[in-house]
């Protein structure tokens, strides 16, 4: 089993719809968790951390599972320029190292 | 204006060569990492560094090297024993060992022909 694991999708979708990744770790040590967006041949930027109450930034929603183990973000009426592959990003440790380990991402096209 | 850069942006080589990509960072973090992205891939890890002098090796350190001589730089040496060169590469860094995320230079595409 993977350590990070994303849909990949592409997840194709109208403006103005609701949209919701999931992620899922193996780590059940894992201490943080984030949400990053790339976009095309660009580096990765941070979209949000994720804090275990879950926490919102206007159109976008973090939640936290740590009984199962998976994070998830969601996405209320989308833009054209939502569209972007979302990293999800856990953090564990390796021999005594903070260490963040990277999903595959899951990419999103929303079209008019 | 901190951050990070990586130099150059586009890079390329011939096969049997050796290659260093450049990351300094201005923002006075304590912990740097390398990534390498594959076309519709996630990132791999492949070195990482939390001090200046100290280093690891992530999951696919083989045919790399690092040095990490000054806190504001760490270079990664792609080697001719690097099997698949061609990839993007992006340097991060952190600030501490709490819960805070990585901060990414703009990367360098390697080509190796």
């Known amino acids: 089993r993977k350590e990070v694991e994303q849909d990949p999708g592409p997840f194709n979708v109208p403006e103005g719809a609701t949209v919701a990744f999931n992620c899922t770790y193996s780590?059940?040590?894992?201490?943080?968790f984030f949400w990053y967006r790339q976009d095309c041949r660009k580096e990765p930027k941070l979209l949000m951390s994720?804090?275990?109450s879950g926490n919102e930034d206007g159109r976008f929603t973090a939640q936290l599972n740590r009984a199962s183990q998976y994070i998830s973000l969601l996405i209320r009426d989308s833009k054209l320029s939502d569209s972007a592959t979302y990293l999800c990003?856990?953090?564990?440790?390796?021999?005594?190292?903070?260490?963040?380990?990277f999903g595959r991402g899951t990419s999103l096209i929303v079209h008019p | 204006d901190g951050g990070i850069t990586q130099s150059p942006k586009y890079l390329f080589r011939k096969e049997g060569q050796n290659v260093t990509l450049s990351c300094e960072q201005n923002?006075?973090?304590?912990?740097m990492y390398w990534y390498r992205q594959d076309p519709g891939q996630g990132l791999r890890l492949i070195y990482y560094?939390?001090?200046?002098?100290?280093?690891q090796k992530g999951d696919i350190a083989e045919g790399y090297s690092v040095s990490r001589e000054k806190k504001e730089s760490f270079p990664l040496t792609v080697t001719s024993a690097q099997k698949n060169p061609t990839a993007f590469y992006l340097c991060?860094?952190?600030?501490?060992?709490?819960?805070?995320?990585?901060?990414f230079g703009n990367g360098t595409r390697l080509t190796v022909t």
């Open positions: 991060a860094s952190r600030a501490g060992l709490g819960n805070l995320p990585l901060h």
């Open positions: 780590n059940s040590a894992s201490q943080s």
């Open positions: 994720v804090y275990s």
């Open positions: 990003v856990v953090k564990g440790t390796q021999g005594g190292s903070y260490i963040p380990t």
């Open positions: 923002l006075n973090h304590d912990a």
């Open positions: 560094s939390q001090i200046v002098n100290d280093f």
